[in-house]
């Protein structure tokens, strides 16, 4: 069965530094979207991507955060200057028209 | 944010009895629902999802049913087994020319237990 797969599964990063997250999504998919859950809370929806650019985006996603998907297969979300409070479990998902979305198995993001 | 509630954080249940998850919601403008299960160090799996013209959908021993009036839905996993347990989330969603954003409930983790 297809899967999103997410690279790197942990990433620790110095605070101030930039990070670029991977994901590649399930490949006959059209919706890109990017969720974090900081740890003990709910999963947050971050941004969707549909036809090469953002359809929408939550208050999180400030202008710290950027997302591309730069050659047809991977989906990017990159962080320019990490904070401490970055730390979280980012999770790719990916779907076609009105169906359910797919999660990869997420990219622990620890900040120091 | 308290649009998608899971008032269970946890349940316990023996094996071959029903687990009954429960989750509400109060934006009215959600029309699609969806549980998801979760496994530690995995990402959320998809498991049965629900669109708001339906009161019912079933899949093997899983069954969603949705109380629009209420506004709440829950899921039923009959017989419970073992391998079923994990944090089950609630999700909630506009579709919007397509694209889902997901509103998450704070997830109930199930015990089966022998």
């Known amino acids: 069965e297809p899967e999103v797969t997410q690279t790197p599964s942990h990433q620790v990063t110095q605070m101030g530094q930039e990070v670029i997250l991977r994901c590649v999504p399930i490949?006959?998919?059209?919706?890109f979207y990017w969720y974090r859950q900081i740890l003990g809370q709910k999963v947050e929806f971050l941004v969707s991507?549909?036809?090469?650019?953002?359809?929408?985006k939550s208050e999180i996603f400030d202008d710290q955060f950027s997302v591309e998907r730069p050659d047809g297969s991977n989906f990017t979300l990159k962080i320019r200057s990490t904070k401490l409070e970055d730390s979280a479990m980012y999770f790719c998902a990916s779907t076609g028209f009105n169906q359910p979305q797919h999660f990869g198995d997420g990219t622990r993001l620890s900040i120091l | 944010d308290q649009q998608v509630k899971q008032n269970s954080p946890s349940l316990s249940v023996q094996e071959g009895r029903i687990s009954i998850l429960n989750c509400d919601y109060t934006?009215?403008?959600?029309?699609?629902f969806l549980w998801y299960k979760k496994y530690p160090a995995e990402g959320p799996t998809f498991l049965i999802s629900?669109?708001?013209?339906?009161d019912k959908n079933e899949d093997g021993r899983f069954t969603v049913f949705l109380n629009k009036s209420a506004k709440h839905l829950s899921l039923h996993i009959v017989p419970s087994q073992p391998g079923d347990s994990a944090v089950y989330f609630c999700?909630?969603?506009?579709?919007?020319?397509?694209?889902?954003?997901?509103?998450f409930g704070q997830g109930t983790r199930l015990t089966i237990n022998p």
């Open positions: 490949s006959n998919h059209l919706y």
């Open positions: 934006n009215s403008m959600f029309d699609y």
């Open positions: 629900i669109s708001s013209i339906k």
């Open positions: 991507f549909y036809n090469n650019e953002i359809s929408e």
């Open positions: 999700a909630a969603s506009a579709i919007i020319q397509g694209a889902q954003k997901l509103v």
